[in-house]
């Protein structure tokens, strides 16, 4: 099959690029749900109020043991992954009340450094506190900007610290078919999903600070591709406090950024915001300054429905079929005049490329399967995947819901008369009226380790990839 020859070359893959990911760096306190973590609970405490949620993302902070419960129910209960900010208060009792499997890196930057580093590539990272905690998790080969008699140095991320705070996200994990018992309610996990509750603290910015900032033409011409993480934090306490403030300062950091390096290839990794009108703005204003965006399947009619597509993002939630996919990702990708747009799905990834683009769909086609090999490994060992582990599983197949994905958009394109070519079910790809399309079946893990990271681990690595293959030409 066409596929597996696609797969066998896709593994043959290196990471030839220096890739740097700011801002948003964390300790990750993992923490697979068990029962009997919840039977000790409500042993414990049986007074604890069976509080019902009916809408998760409507309650912020997770500021009540009450409404942590409600929430994983819920959160369980629609299969659907969940973020919150935590105070000091709730993460102790979860200290004292449920089991840690393992802690760490996280946050986006941390994850997508390592990742590209055990991958080979010549990583960087910023972030704008750096504790000896924190330091200690990144890979030995992750660099740090470091200023120095006015100048910038590129440091092991392990030998620096800046401060003694640590940023921890505590991440609830759920396993796909998991029935659990919160008090007399049982509750059903149609899918794998993660409740994601985040510390916060003033120190912690997602700009770079003024030190840095002075150099950033200096540190954007020493590398390839910037991966941004962060930006739905909409503010920095003290220096830029309104979202109008925030959006200035993250624009003129990003042309800086791009100064001495018109080639940089600058990438916004989507996170949500907590409020709808702020993220319309941010994504309006900060999106034209980068080349490429990802996002998940779950995160986009989000996106659509707050930056006014309420026509695509009503049809997705009736249908997440792959032709309405494609409908949504297609209109983003052009009111934003992205080069690149990259969508990740359950059993597969969708790209959207702007005509003429650096690399051949093939190319891209093949950064894809690399990245999906890369993921999959890491749902399997629960960790960063390393160039070696990628060509252990060089015979590995696609998952056949992948493949019909590819079908279904083939068949649905016709009936709306989109004229997808006949051999888009083997080639995956699609030459469209100003842009191209590669639409990719994932390598999917039916009892992963861990889902921690994953979906920025296969954001990176995709994009990672095509920029060393446009090395390589």
Request: net charge negative; hydrophobic share 45%.
């Amino acid at each position: 099959m066409a596929w597996e020859q696609y797969v066998r070359e896709a593994a043959k893959t290196r990471l030839r690029c220096r890739t740097f990911a700011a801002f948003n760096c964390n300790i990750d306190v993992v923490i697979e749900v068990e029962q009997s973590d919840l039977d000790r609970i409500y042993e414990e405490e049986p007074k604890r109020t069976q509080l019902v949620v009916t809408n998760p993302t409507e309650v912020s902070p997770a500021a009540s043991e009450d409404h942590l419960l409600a929430i994983l129910q819920e959160s369980a209960a629609r299969g659907e992954s969940h973020y919150n900010v935590a105070d000091l208060g709730l993460t102790e009792w979860i200290d004292r009340k449920f089991s840690v499997n393992r802690t760490e890196a996280g946050g986006e930057a941390a994850i997508i450094a390592n990742q590209t580093a055990a991958l080979g590539a010549d990583s960087r990272v910023y972030t704008s506190v750096l504790s000896p905690r924190q330091a200690e998790v990144f890979h030995r080969r992750v660099k740090f900007p470091v200023i120095s008699a006015g100048r910038v140095q590129w440091i092991a991320a392990q030998q620096v610290a800046n401060d003694n705070w640590t940023k921890l996200n505590y991440i609830f994990e759920f396993r796909k078919g998991t029935t659990l018992r919160f008090g007399e309610r049982k509750i059903f996990c149609p899918k794998a999903i993660q409740v994601i509750l985040s510390t916060r603290d003033p120190r912690f910015s997602m700009a770079f600070d003024p030190q840095t900032e002075r150099h950033l033409a200096d540190i954007g011409s020493a590398v390839d591709v910037a991966f941004m993480a962060g930006y739905h934090h909409g503010r920095v306490v003290g220096r830029a406090e309104s979202l109008e403030e925030y959006l200035a300062l993250s624009i003129d950091q990003l042309r800086a950024l791009a100064q001495k390096n018109k080639a940089l290839a600058l990438h916004f990794q989507y996170v949500p915001m907590a409020m709808v009108s702020d993220e319309r703005r941010l994504l309006a204003q900060l999106t034209p300054e980068f080349a490429s965006f990802s996002i998940d399947e779950q995160q986009l009619p989000h996106v659509l429905e707050a930056c006014g597509f309420t026509a695509h993002a009503a049809n997705l939630r009736w249908s997440n079929s792959p032709l309405r996919l494609y409908e949504g990702a297609r209109v983003l990708f052009e009111a934003w005049d992205l080069e690149r747009f990259h969508l990740r799905m359950a059993c597969g990834q969708m790209v959207l490329v702007k005509k003429p683009y650096s690399l051949t769909l093939e190319n891209v086609r093949l950064a894809c399967l690399y990245a999906s090999l890369v993921t999959l490994v890491r749902a399997r060992k629960g960790k960063a995947t390393t160039a070696s582990d990628v060509a252990k599983f060089s015979e590995q197949p696609v998952s056949a819901e992948g493949v019909q994905m590819l079908a279904q958009l083939l068949e649905q394109g016709r009936q709306h008369g989109f004229g997808f070519a006949a051999d888009m079910q083997e080639t995956g790809i699609a030459d469209c009226s100003g842009h191209g399309l590669v639409l990719v079946p994932m390598h999917v893990e039916p009892d992963p380790v861990s889902t921690v990271a994953l979906g920025d681990s296969l954001s990176a690595t995709a994009y990672a990839a095509e920029i060393s293959l446009r090395h390589k030409l």
